[in-house]
Structure formats: structure tokens, C-alpha cells
């Protein structure tokens, strides 16, 4: 019987588990709340209790492991940074979890974990280097060369969310000013408009809407400039044969049109062609992409 690939994605809000068998398909998936609020003890009982439920729909219970996470684990200290489950930042989660599990297993960012479940099975499938562009609460970015993620000697690969558009920009929680994720994530998004219109809306309320008046129209055409320089930058740098994009924000279908000339003014090239996608794989993504990256790891080691 071959191994079986378990994938956990940790979320802000919720953790999720799949069993794949080789092919990638889903045998078994569960979803439960982190609950963050109840501190990184609570959460790291969780994550056991989403493996060992995993664990239990696995006959042999031979697996690999590959958990997704926000933020990244720095090469220097061993430490979680910049994650969005904010009690876990500054703590070596990768030992955490190992003394928790007591099974080797590989963690990675979860816009990593997205790219490479797209390249894979989703809309990247075809292309040889895919970039996947997170537009959710915040912006984030994967990299896959031929069925590889690169994540380079500071594990800084598709941070693209924090390069810098605006230096007189909005303030960054980062602590730049103007980043890419202050204009075209969610967060940036409800804060442009509520600071201009002063109304308190979610951006994918706002971006759903059938009509705007002139006002919120004026901010939609900034949100569109912005996210055709901040792709137009990725082009110009990478060249990619495919933009993949996931998130809340990627079910908006002027990104693919509109937007999308945008995005083509900024590419240094007279005839730009490169195609920007929507996910295949939706919320799944992320949680599919952590159980390949266990599987790959374990199959070269
Ligand atoms: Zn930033």
C-alpha cells in the first residue's frame, strides 16, 4: 500500500486536514476553528487533535506530513515571524509541533503551499514557472519552477506583498509605508475606502457590487492601478508563464479583464501576453499544497 500525504493548514481562523493518496486526491479532509484567542497552547492542541483525526482515517498510518502556515519560520533564529495567528509569532513552532506530533513532517508558507497546489493540479498545471498571488486579508506570493517552490537563501521568495509602490503611502503593519498589501489586500482595500468615504464595508462586498457612484468608483480605479503596477512588477522581474491568483479578492472578474490591461500598460513589452488565472483549487489550495510539499520532502530524503 503506498504512503498516504496528510496536509494541515493553519488559518487565522480555521485549521484544516486532508488525506491524499498519490494521485492527490482527497480520501479525507476535517476543518475546525484555531481559536487563537485561547493562546498558542490551545492552538498547538488543535493542530494535534486535526493530525490524529487524519491520522485515524489512515489504515497503516504510514504518512507523510506537510503543515501551512502564515509567516515563515526564519533561517536565523528558528522562529515564526509575521504570521497572521499572531500568538505564534516569536515561537519555534517547528519544535512545538514536532514534540506535539512526534512525526518528522515540513512546514511552509501558505502562499507557497497555494502556489504549488496550483501548479500542480490547479490553473498553474501546464506552465513550467508559476507565480501565485495571494489577494486576501493580506498579500502574499509563491513561487514554483518546474514543479519546484524556490524560496531562496532568506526563505523571501513572493513576499511581493511587502515591496514597497508608495513610500508616501498608507502605514503598513509591517512598518514600510505603501507596500503592495496596503493597496490590494482586503485590509487594504477597506481601509483606502474607509478612510476616503468614510464607510465601514468588506472589500469583497465592495467589489461585488453591481454599480458604484462616482466616488467609489474613483477608489475601484485606484485599487485597479495599483494591482497593475504591483503585477506588472512581478512580470518585469520574473517573467512568469502564469499568474495564479487565490484569496477572497480573486473572485473578482475585472482582475481578469479590465483590471487585467492595467496590469499590461505597466509590463516593460510592447505586445504582453502573460496570462493572469483564477484558482482552480479555491479555499482547498492551501491545504492540498502543505500535504505535496510533506510528500515531496519525504520522497528525497
Ligand atoms: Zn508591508
Redesign the pocket.
Known sequence: MNKLNIGIDLGGTKIESVVLDEDSNILFRQRIFTESQKGPEHVLNQIHDIYLQALDSIENKEHSLGIGTPGSISKSTGLLRNSTISCQNGLPLQDLIKNKLNHSFVIENDANCFALAESFTGAGKNYDLVFGVIMGTGCGGGFIHNGELRTGPQRLAGEW??SVINPNGPK?????NG?V??YISGTGLEEMIYKNLKIKVSAEKFLSQATYNEDEADILNIFYEYYGLSLANIINTIDPDVIVLGGGLSNHQNLYTKALQMVYKNIFCEEPNTPILKNILGDSAGVIGAAIIGKNATSTL
Open positions: 506583498g511587502h503598513c503593519f509591517c512598518g514600510k507596500c498589501s496596503t
